[in-house]
């Protein structure tokens, strides 16, 4: 048989009430995935500051005429930080089955 399923058979009624409000969750996630995506967006902006992946390695430094760029342009040394337009659209659009995080650029 394809697919998942699960069944559970409650014999309270706070059970009974908490599975109640699990399976009217379950129709529309777009509750829990906004939560995700506001983490998600989160712990990308503090990488984006720190200059670090989402396994903790350090960005590989500026090349030396990036680095000239940035210092012309008045702004810091930071990986991917030039203007701030990618950072500034960061965004994510949760729907009830799923979250995406990104930049349209």
């Known amino acids: 048989m394809a697919g998942?399923?699960?069944e559970i058979t409650a014999n309270t009624p706070e059970i009974s009430a908490a599975l109640a409000q699990l399976a009217a969750v379950m129709n529309d996630l777009?509750?829990?995935f906004r939560d995700i995506g506001e983490s998600l967006l989160n712990s990308?902006?503090?990488r984006f500051?720190?200059?670090t992946a989402p396994d903790g390695s350090r960005w590989l430094?500026?090349?030396p005429a990036t680095l000239a760029k940035h210092r012309r342009v008045g702004v810091g040394t930071?990986?991917?930080i030039l203007y701030g337009r990618l950072f500034g659209t960061l965004n994510y659009r949760?729907?009830?089955d799923s979250v995406r995080v990104g930049t349209p650029l």
Request: net charge positive.
């Open 49 to 51: 500051r720190t200059s």
């Open 30 to 32: 777009t509750p829990a």
């Open 44 to 46: 990308t902006r503090e």
């Open 61 to 63: 430094p500026l090349k």
């Open 94 to 96: 949760a729907t009830k």
């Open 78 to 80: 930071r990986p991917l």
């Open 4 to 6: 998942s399923f699960l």
